[in-house]
Each structure stands twice: as structure tokens, then as C-alpha cells.
């Protein structure tokens, strides 16, 4: 074999390796990166989360502020909620439960359970949304044809 002839088996086996060295390399690398954005999206937390009272609210144009007696509070997991009273010297007595969704700015409650009797067992009720820091406020109107605007306050 001719010294040409070595030096180019010699330089194509090394470029051979080099390139299953860089293709490894970038195999490795999408790994790490999709087991990243893996993590980071179940590590990512729902905004809703948490336990939220409420703060008042707007129902057919008038104004209503929460009430000094007691608190009303909705707790938040993945995709369902529990709602509680709470009132100084009686028992924390939940009022309601369900799901919940959240779809660009909508947010979608299913009712499951009411303490009182009630329509909208099984039906979901559309509400538009909106953030702000600790903040949430839900519009809608409800199946009986009031028009809301309810204030949470995040607690939890």
C-alpha cells in the first residue's frame, strides 16, 4: 500500500469515528435535552394549584365583599377542586367539588357535588379568566342567567 493510499484509509477511518464520535455526542445531547424539557414540563406547576379564597365579587352589577363571619376557600389539584366554608368555632364543612379546565382563556368548571341543591350538577360552566400574581378572576354567567365577576385571592 502506497503512502497515499495509508494516510487516506487512515484518515477516512478517522473521520469515521469522528463522525459516530459526534453522532453519539448529538444522540447524548438530544437525550439530555428531551429528558430536560421532560422534567421541566412535569415539574411545571399549574397555576391554579393551591388553596384560594375568596375576596368578593360582581353579581348583576352590584357589588358583593366577602364576609367578615367566614371564609370561603377552593382548593386546586391537577384537574379538580373542593370548596370549603370556613367559620371561627364550626367545623370546616365542604360546599363543593369538581373539575376544572383550563383551555386558553377559559376556564371550564364541572360540578360534581353541592352542599345545597343544585342545577348544575354534571353540566360545566364556561368562565373567562385572568392572572395576576396572586390574584385570579373568573367572568361568566352562570346557567340562571346572573352575570359574575368573582375575586380569589391565593392563600396556598
Same mark, same amino acid.
Given at each position: 500500500? @502506497?503512502?497515499?493510499?495509508?494516510?487516506? $484509509?487512515?484518515?477516512? !477511518?478517522?473521520? %469515521?469515528?469522528? +463522525?459516530? &464520535?459526534? #453522532?453519539?455526542?448529538?444522540? +447524548?445531547?438530544?437525550?439530555?435535552?428531551?429528558?430536560?424539557?421532560?422534567?421541566?414540563?412535569?415539574?411545571?406547576?399549574?397555576? #391554579?394549584?393551591?388553596?384560594?379564597?375568596?375576596?368578593?365579587?360582581?353579581?348583576?352589577?352590584?357589588? %358583593?365583599? !366577602?364576609?367578615?363571619?367566614?371564609?370561603?376557600?377552593?382548593?386546586?389539584?391537577?384537574? *379538580?377542586?373542593?370548596?370549603?366554608?370556613?367559620?371561627?368555632?364550626?367545623?370546616?364543612?365542604?360546599? !363543593?367539588?369538581?373539575?376544572?379546565?383550563? *383551555? /386558553?382563556? @377559559? &376556564?371550564?368548571?364541572?360540578?360534581?357535588?353541592?352542599?345545597?341543591?343544585? %342545577?348544575?350538577? /354534571?353540566?360545566? +360552566? /364556561? $368562565?373567562? $379568566?385572568?392572572?395576576?400574581?396572586?390574584?385570579?378572576?373568573?367572568?361568566?354567567?352562570?346557567?340562571?342567567?346572573?352575570?359574575?365577576?368573582? $375575586?380569589?385571592?391565593? +392563600?396556598?
Amino acid at each position: 500500500m @502506497s503512502k497515499f493510499e495509508r494516510f487516506w $484509509y487512515e484518515f477516512y !477511518a478517522l473521520s %469515521q469515528h469522528s +463522525i459516530l &464520535f459526534l #453522532m453519539k455526542k448529538l444522540l +447524548i445531547s438530544k437525550s439530555i435535552f428531551g429528558i430536560f424539557i421532560i422534567f421541566l414540563v412535569a415539574c411545571s406547576s399549574n397555576p #391554579m394549584k393551591g388553596t384560594w379564597q375568596y375576596d368578593g365579587g360582581i353579581y348583576n352589577d352590584k357589588q %358583593q365583599n !366577602a364576609s367578615a363571619d367566614f371564609k370561603m376557600n377552593r382548593t386546586y389539584s391537577a384537574d *379538580k377542586y373542593e370548596a370549603f366554608i370556613l367559620e371561627e368555632g364550626v367545623k370546616t364543612e365542604k360546599y !363543593a367539588s369538581g373539575r376544572y379546565e383550563m *383551555k /386558553g382563556d @377559559s &376556564f371550564l368548571v364541572t360540578s360534581e357535588y353541592s352542599l345545597q341543591p343544585s %342545577q348544575t350538577i /354534571g353540566k360545566t +360552566i /364556561g $368562565y373567562k $379568566y385572568k392572572l395576576e400574581k396572586n390574584r385570579l378572576t373568573l367572568n361568566g354567567i352562570l346557567p340562571n342567567g346572573m352575570k359574575v365577576e368573582e $375575586y380569589w385571592k391565593k +392563600i396556598k
